[in-house]
């Protein structure tokens, strides 16, 4: 049985599992990551890779390897550029490293692209040659797959969705340095932002941070359910939002499927109240609607890193 190991290594945490050529999780084993430099980041990819190997062993026969990262990669030379939007070093030879590691052809990409690819290859995007995958989670970002390709772009940057400002009377800054984008809208760290420039005008709510100091997505969810009036403005502005950045996208690449992942959106609440914010017109010839992605969203990013990993080994293969 042939496998491919897929690296998902992100803000919370490092999953390591190997995947099938059907794109299922036979095991896998999670590190904790943290706030780290770079470099720390590497050193720890290396022996937290080491350990997997020694403790898990492998199963089938591996053939290739993924990794889905954080920040910005150049997924064509294999090359980790930086951890967050600010560019701190030298690129860092990612793919190499694994190669180094495990004796296979390595693939390095975004995290939300390799889930698309992911979903291109096992998920709802199989045999579907044009779809958007859009990922909220703390932040925003999207896949695109137009004729069957994963769209990068120039400078491997395109997707970042979370950025596109759609508010344009909100004077909420981002990090990006614009104003009302859609991540400090509708994304985790999006929620916290908007409860904390409304409490004082909203103040009769139950709505409250959590103990790492952010807004729970579900618990939005729940009170706004409940008539809580704060947690109801979050969310429903929030859903507004969503819904016309995903009309937006739309129009830009006429997908005949969009598909949903990442934290914020995998209990179905926000689909619900999306479906009935989408203009026909517009939706029209999205044929194959609005769905949730079918992968485990813990497994997601595993998923998502071994099919790039898979991807790059037929390549090699064909060469
Ligand atoms: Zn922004």
């Given amino acids: 049985m042939d496998t491919y190991l897929g690296l998902d290594y992100g803000g919370t945490k490092l ?9 299922q999780v036979l095991q896998s084993k999670r590190y904790d990551t943290g706030t780290l430099t770079q470099n720390e980041a590497v050193e720890l ?33 294999g090359r980790w550029i930086s951890i967050s939007h600010e560019v701190t070093g030298p690129a860092i030879p990612l793919a190499r490293i694994i190669e180094d590691e495990t004796g296979v052809p390595a693939a390095v990409d975004n995290d939300v692209r390799s889930a698309t690819t992911g979903e291109l290859l096992w998920g709802h995007g199989r045999g579907v040659e044009n779809f958007i995958y859009i990922n909220v989670g703390t932040g925003v970002a999207a896949g695109f797959v137009t004729g069957g390709q994963v769209l990068r772009g120039a400078n491997n940057n395109a997707g970042e969705v979370g950025h596109m400002c759609v508010s344009l009377g909100d004077e909420t800054p981002c990090v990006c340095g614009r104003k009302g984008c859609v991540e ?7 929620f916290t932002t908007q409860y904390l420039r409304l409490r ?4 009769d709510t139950r709505l409250e941070l ?13 009170l706004a359910d409940a008539g809580d009036a704060l947690a109801k ?8 939002v969503l819904a016309a950045l995903i009309m937006n996208l739309v129009r830009v690449t006429d997908p005949e499927l969009i598909i949903l992942g990442g934290g914020v959106v995998s209990d179905g609440w926000v689909l619900e109240r999306l479906r009935p914010r989408m203009n026909a017109a517009t939706m ?14 813990y497994e997601t990013g595993v998923i998502g890193a071994a099919a790039t990993g898979m991807q790059l080994a037929k390549e090699r293969a064909e060469k």
């Fill in 15 to 23: 999953l390591i599992g190997e995947v099938d050529s059907q794109g």
């Fill in 45 to 77: 990819l290396k022996t937290s890779l080491r350990d997997y190997l020694h403790t898990m062993g492998v199963q089938g026969e591996l053939k290739g390897a993924g990794i889905g990262i954080v920040g910005v990669t150049d997924h064509q030379n």
């Fill in 184 to 190: 400090t809208i509708v994304s985790g760290t999006g």
């Fill in 200 to 203: 004082e005008q909203v103040p």
């Fill in 210 to 222: 959590n103990a790492r100091g952010r807004v729970d997505a579900d618990k939005l969810f729940r």
């Fill in 233 to 240: 403005r979050i969310a429903e502005y929030g859903m507004d």
């Fill in 284 to 297: 029209r010839g999205v044929s194959k609607g609005i769905v949730l992605s079918a992968f485990n969203a």
